[in-house]
Every structure is written in structure tokens, then in C-alpha cells.
């Protein structure tokens, strides 16, 4: 999703606090994972489940019972997302931090480059 998408999705988006229903084990070689399971009620009275794509390797991250801000379009499920500034926009954070680093050396070499000429 674009940044036009994510704000329009802000604009939008219906709200709502999804509840933790259960705690997904998952094993491997480095350990034991656990994927928090929300239960989120829209406003028709439907109940979308959303199974984190996180896995945390302590169970005491996400208890059963604990509550957290969703937002998505209604009446598509798959668009889900945590209702946090960092959760919506991590994508264009990074792509500005790396923009703002350039802008500051290509400004620094154009203000400086009469010292770099010999």
C-alpha cells in the first residue's frame, strides 16, 4: 500500500479495539514463538480474526484479554492494520530518513564545492 493508500485508509478506515483471543505457538531451532490471535467486531456486527505477523518469543508480550487499537476498509478484512503511527507509517519513515541524510550531504557538497576543486 502507497502512501496515498495509507492515508486515504486514515481518512476512511473504520476503527475499532480488537481483543487477544489466543496466543499461537510455533516451535523451530531457535525456540518457542507466539503469534497474538485478535478478535476484531466491525460495525455490522461481524467479528474479524487477525492473527499478528509477529511472532514474539515471550508469551508476556500479548496476554489473552488484552486490547489494541485496529484500523481497516470495511468489508475487507485483509487490510487490517495496528492503529499506530509507526504500524501505518514505517514505510515512508524509512524512505524520508534515508532522503533527509541525502539532502544533507548533496547540500553540503554544493555549498562546499569551491574547497573541492583543485
Known amino acids: 500500500m502507497n502512501l496515498k493508500g ?3 485508509l486514515m481518512r476512511g478506515g473504520e476503527q475499532a479495539v480488537g481483543t487477544v483471543v489466543q496466543l499461537v505457538e510455533s516451535k523451530d531451532d531457535e525456540g518457542t514463538c507466539y503469534y497474538p490471535v485478535f478478535d476484531i467486531p466491525t460495525r455490522q ?16 508480550k500479548w496476554q489473552i484479554g488484552e486490547t489494541a487499537a485496529f484500523i481497516f476498509e470495511a468489508g475487507k478484512p485483509d487490510t487490517v492494520r495496528f492503529l499506530s503511527y509507526w504500524g501505518i507509517f514505517w514505510w515512508p519513515l524509512c524512505l524520508m530518513a534515508v532522503a533527509v541524510d541525502l539532502l ?3 547540500g553540503g ?6 574547497y573541492f576543486t583543485t
Not at 557538497?109 to 569551491?114: D, E, M, N, S, T
Request: charged content about 15%.
Open 104 to 106: 544533507v550531504i548533496g
Open 109 to 114: 557538497y554544493f555549498l562546499l564545492q569551491g
Open 45 to 60: 456486527h461481524e467479528i474479524i480474526t487477525y492473527r499478528h505477523g509477529t511472532a514474539y518469543s515471550s508469551p508476556e
Open 6 to 8: 495509507r492515508l486515504a
